[in-house]
């Protein structure tokens, strides 16, 4: 791990990553998780995005896919920040990570901005930027596949304990649990054998599953309700606030592959896993026929995921 001035890092580059540790810093001190996001720049003007799909590494690999797949597209920088780690001799240091990068350079540069916390228990930052090395410019070529963990400068990132938090507070993660509650709902006196059921798919499809976006959300919805406590996932007990959960999860993933932040196949198959969460429920996993009632909400579930 260098200084900066080691490496020759740019005066352009250095502005955009002062830039966006100071939108990071704001963030920390909201009290906020520090949800990855990039800041672009084009022709005068300045984008920010944040990525909150999947677990905290599948949206850093998605700001950055996102950036790449702009590539040619008149964009003049790009700063992809995470929350991280660096270990500056005295054991593992909390930061905020930078990766900054131009369509004039060869290569992008990761930083990092060391944290301490304020008398007040506010974030701060602690001594100067520090450079942990250079990348592929994710303006300068076109990845068919962004492999990631070869892409990024160690130390890498780590999944935050407030970013979990944060995914459980996302539609598209509260539509296992939501159709889980929905459907039992159809079985009076049943409810709670069925809301089981439909727990153990959760559970059952969490380690199988290649799809990276469908392993990382059930693992974070299976720990949560672990303990049995679905309010923890699925804050509402009032049907019709569990259906627009389903229906506003759906429009938000939906919505994700339509700006290339998801892949259509990954989207598609969380919505198959979700989809048989709920027949496990409305059937015991295919043991009973399908109650009318239970047809219905296929149904709604079917349209909303088309």
Known sequence: MSMIADLQLSQAHHDIAVKAVDYALRALDGAEPLVPFTITWREGDITLERFRYGAYEDAIELAMRAINAAAG????????????YVDGGEGKREAIIVEVGDGDTPRSMQLAQLLALGEDGSPMLDGPLMALGDAPNLLRDRFTVLDQENHLVKPAYVTTDSFARDVKSQPYAQMPVAVICLAANL?????GERITLGIRKLQSLEPDTSIKLIHRVFSIV?????SGDLMEVLPTEHIEDMAKIVLDGAAQLKLAVAKGLVWDEHASAYFAAVKSILMAVLTRDGAEPMPEAGAKLVAVLDKACT
Do not use: C, Q, R
Not at 187 to 191: I, K
Not at 222 to 226: E, H, K
């Open 73 to 84: 597209d008149a964009l003049e920088a790009y700063a992809v920040v995470w929350s991280g």
């Open 187 to 191: 079985f009076e006196g049943e409810e």
């Open 222 to 226: 299976t720990s949560a309700v672990a």
